[in-house]
């Protein structure tokens, strides 16, 4: 008889977002003539920067010729994409990253999700809590979780609290841990960290023989000076950790997939490469990702792509802005948006998470996240994102002021 992985049966029936569409279709299917303003899920809504499309474009043509045309790929990315990978994000930034280094792939969220396959079952897992829940849930799925405990979360996952008094930041752990998953700037709660406070990590890491998972998927979205954009920014770090980089939010590849992952060829644990081992992994699971949505992800770093995309940065920060000082004004506690594309939102009135899902929903439209979602220590919290048009999210901020005078 076919045994099914009894660890998939642990988790909930549907991820986070999933729930929050089949309630929001719910209500749009009671309520037709009801207009929703969506600050839940992070999606853009500006289009393509025009040197993007023009890329994309040239390239599709290309395919249609025989003396152009391209089947396979190289599984790790096109040479092209790499080496602008390296020039502009990296070595721009004083740090030397090789191509043989960078691996492209159709988004952060399935390598941060994979990731887990070169990594033995019995690793103790660390998280920030509130947390990206594809960490958690992927460990879950390989056995690394243990079991649920109500109120207390995964009995072989350690939880490193990022709190109000604590400004977010999660504090390194008391005891032994191998995998430590780590996002900046944050999502949820949308803080960034500085230099001297990620050493720390890296120094952690590189004591204890543990490897840091690093998140920077927003890292376009920074604007203070210390916040480092890469965690090959500190010294040592090539020798504990793993990069985690995404065109879906710097430009806007929400619906067109792409994003790498950086592995330097000095992290080796046991002696055995981890750079070669991913290589390994992704060489046997998967063909690479378009040529097309290659050469798109290349005009990124042209002189025209990069003035576009940070013209909808500027854009989608605005919107950030709006959020944060408007709710503040009104007497909401309100955190991130600085350097995230992300509000931290204290629930008023002592409403939970799912509580006040429903009431802002019924009572305004908007749509948001509940933090409890992320997390046991994101209860009482709420995750709404600056990724609308600049006109609804004028409109939510001033709905939500109305219906909840805090």
Known sequence: MLKVNPNF????PSYLFVDIAKRVNEFVLKNPDRPIIRLGIGDVTLPLPKAVVDAMVKASQEMGHAETFRGYG????????????????????????????????????????NIGDIFCTDNIVAVCDPVYPVYVD???????AGEYEEGKGWSRIVYMPCLKENNFLPELPKEPVDIIYLCFPNNPAGVGISKTELKKWVDYANENKSVILFDAAYEAFITEPDMPHSIYEIPGAKTCAIEFRSFSKTAGFTGTRCAFTVIPKELEFGGVSLNKMWSRRQSTKMNGVPYVIQRAAEAVYSEEGAKQ???NITYYLNNAK???????????????????????????????????????????????????GFGLNGEGYFRLTSFNTKENTEKAVARIIESFQA
């Open 138 to 144: 992927t460990n879950v799925m390989a056995g690394r």
């Open 322 to 372: 709006i959020i944060r000082e408007g709710l503040a004004a009104a007497g909401f506690e309100v955190y991130g948006g600085v350097d995230s594309p992300y509000i931290w939102l204290k629930t008023p009135n002592g409403l939970t998470s799912w509580e006040f899902f429903d009431l802002l929903l019924e009572k305004t439209g908007v749509v948001g996240t509940p933090g409890s």
């Open 9 to 12: 049966v642990k988790l909930p």
């Open 74 to 113: 190289m599984e790790c990315g096109y040479e092209f994409l790499r080496q602008a990978i390296a020039d502009n994000d990296f070595k721009k930034r004083g740090v030397e990253i090789g191509i043989d280094e960078i691996f492209v792939s159709d988004g952060a969220k399935s390598d941060t999700g």
């Open 309 to 311: 995309i940070r013209e």
